[in-house]
């Protein structure tokens, strides 16, 4: 299985660095690789630091830095290479770097099959912007904030109340609302930075407290013993881009039978490719999908899910 990748952007002082911190320093139970720029930045406590070797630098919790630098096929390469394979990819882009660039890369098919893009976070410095309202019209900046899944206004501390506002439709030029959320310290919640809880195999309801870190978040499991009709997924797909934070699975269509496909949605980027997992229980679509329960319903995802089986 290809392992997931995090492409973290955003200009300089945005905060990009302080949020790779937090991934390095508390893991959880994750071996990540951190491509990173100028892993000088990194501020990772002595006592976690290992091996050091030419630009690789190796901690004790499983952890890699390397710099980004010549073909990203060859230094993702040299990553996977690793004795023991990681189990999420960070790249950190420079801030002066459009990441739409690397975006592209890493949909092409042969890096995907083993570092799968899973999601693209813009970092946006609110009190910055407030100061230097001109860079909005800024070419580089504003293709930093197309490229992402989600944006994150950082720094809102930073800001009045009525500045926030003025930041939120400004960033709604580009992107949704739905997209677009606030942080201190660079503080992002997993639900927005991984498709942990939004595996392949459903999750059954639990009873007490919620999986997610807040209770913003909430997810619905969904499972159907037959193929679906490629047409009518897709017509789902579009209005669960529109309401949904990201979706992820296996799904097999009546088209091809026979060959299991991985699909994820993220903000709006959807990706189906060929897979060899096939759904338990002898399934044929099992899917798991996050949303903010603000804006969502369970029951109406449910609805729109159960359209995506029906005769289209």
Request: aromatic share 6%; charged share 20%.
């Amino acid at each position: 299985m290809a392992v997931p990748v995090l492409l973290i952007a955003g200009f300089l002082g945005s905060g990009k660095t302080t949020l790779l911190n937090r991934l390095l320093t508390d893991p959880g139970d994750r071996r990540i690789a951190a491509v990173v720029n100028d892993f000088g930045a990194i501020d990772i406590d002595a006592a976690l630091l290992g091996d050091i070797a030419e630009d690789v630098v190796s901690l004790k919790n499983g952890c890699i830095c390397c710099t980004l630098q010549g073909d990203l096929l060859r230094t993702l390469a040299s990553v996977m290479r690793r004795a023991v394979a990681p189990d999420l990819i960070v790249i950190e882009t420079s801030g002066i770097s459009d990441p739409s660039e690397i975006v592209r890369s890493l949909l092409d098919p042969v890096i995907f099959k083993v570092a799968a893009l899973d999601t693209v976070i813009t970092l946006v410095d609110a009190g910055h912007i407030a100061e230097r309202g001109e860079m909005l019209d800024d070419p580089l900046w504003q293709s930093q904030i197309k490229a992402a899944d989600f944006v994150i206004l950082n720094k809102i501390d930073l800001v009045d109340s009525e500045m926030r506002t003025r930041l939120h439709r400004q960033l709604e030029r580009w992107k949704p609302s739905r997209a677009i959320f606030e942080a201190v310290q660079s503080d992002i919640p997993n639900e927005l930075l991984f498709s942990e809880g939004c595996g392949y195999q459903p999750v059954p309801p639990e009873a007490g407290a919620s999986k997610f870190s807040s209770s913003r978040f909430d997810s619905v499991s969904w499972t159907s013993a037959t193929p679906l009709s490629l047409s009518a997924f897709q017509a789902v797909v579009t209005q669960l881009a529109q309401t949904t934070l990201r979706a992820k699975g296996i799904v097999t269509f009546k088209e091809r039978p026979t060959q299991p496909m991985q699909f994820q949605l993220v903000g709006s980027r959807a990706t189906i490719i060929p897979c060899s997992v096939r759904p338990a229980d002898a399934a044929a679509v099992s899917l798991v999908i996050i949303f903010d329960t603000r804006d969502n319903d369970r029951a109406d995802i449910l609805r729109l899910l159960q359209r995506s089986s029906e005769p289209f």
